[in-house]
């Protein structure tokens, strides 16, 4: 059973636009959240993460929302450049992630000129 | 500073072969993590450290072992590999902070496995 869903595999935005990315969870001893982005033959590289106690965490052009009861936060990105295309995966823990994290599929963002 | 580092970045088991990949981080981190990435899928963890000398079970740790001897690596061994063990492996640490924040993790770049 899938504890982080993210249900887009994919999303095209213009560049300039905002893109925004979703993702949905089920455990609600989820505490702490953060998105990864990643690049073909790359590790993960952390972008911005949230606490449960927060509902809005922002850095630079990244904003993250979480609204826990819907159990759903999203990704803000404004404005998007051609160098945000990656694929983004949200992920969730417990404990504030001391035992590991769970990840999303992921969503591939492309970003068109 | 290298960050974390994972040895080697490719290779290529027989079935029933045996492999041990080597993680190693400069970072002076106290967890460490093992993670199994396949195609259309997220991350999964296989086994983790809080640690020197401790590890843990994660959510696929069958057919793995690990190892903790030193603060600065975590070897993931595959005793007798299987088709199904075909992944991408990283393996990532992290620190405690101060606060009301979590354990954020800095991923390696990634072990390309093979087992035909």
């Known amino acids: 059973d899938q504890q982080v869903k993210q249900n887009s595999p994919s999303l095209s935005v213009q560049e300039g636009r905002i893109s925004i990315l979703n993702c949905d969870y089920t455990n609600s001893m989820f505490d702490y959240f953060l998105w990864y982005k990643k690049y073909p033959a790359e590790g993960p590289t952390f972008l911005i993460s949230?606490?449960?106690?927060?509902d809005k965490n922002e850095d630079g052009r990244f904003t993250v929302f979480l609204n826990k009861s819907a159990k759903h936060l999203s990704l803000h990105i404004v404005p998007s450049q051609p160098g945000d295309s990656a694929v983004y995966f949200c992920a969730a823990s417990e404990r504030g992630g001391a035992d590991g994290l769970t990840f999303g599929k992921g969503t591939h963002l492309i970003i068109q000129p | 500073n290298a960050g974390v580092t994972q040895t080697p970045k490719f290779r290529v088991l027989k079935t029933g072969q045996s492999m041990t990949l080597l993680c190693a981080q400069d970072?002076?981190?106290?967890?460490m993590y093992w993670y199994r990435q396949d195609p259309g899928m997220g991350l999964r963890l296989i086994h983790y450290?809080?640690?020197?000398?401790?590890?843990a079970k994660g959510e696929v740790p069958d057919g793995y072992n690990v190892s903790r001897l030193k603060k600065q690596n975590f070897l993931l061994g595959l005793e007798s590999a299987a088709p199904s063990q075909t992944s991408v492996y990283f393996c990532?640490?992290?620190?405690?902070?101060?606060?009301?924040?979590?354990?954020?993790?800095?991923f390696g770049p990634g072990t390309r496995l093979t087992v035909t």
């Open positions: 450290s809080v640690g020197e000398g401790t590890t």
């Open positions: 970072m002076n981190h106290e967890y």
């Open positions: 990532a640490s992290s620190y405690e902070r101060e606060g009301p924040q979590g354990y954020e993790q800095y």
């Open positions: 949230i606490s449960s106690i927060k």
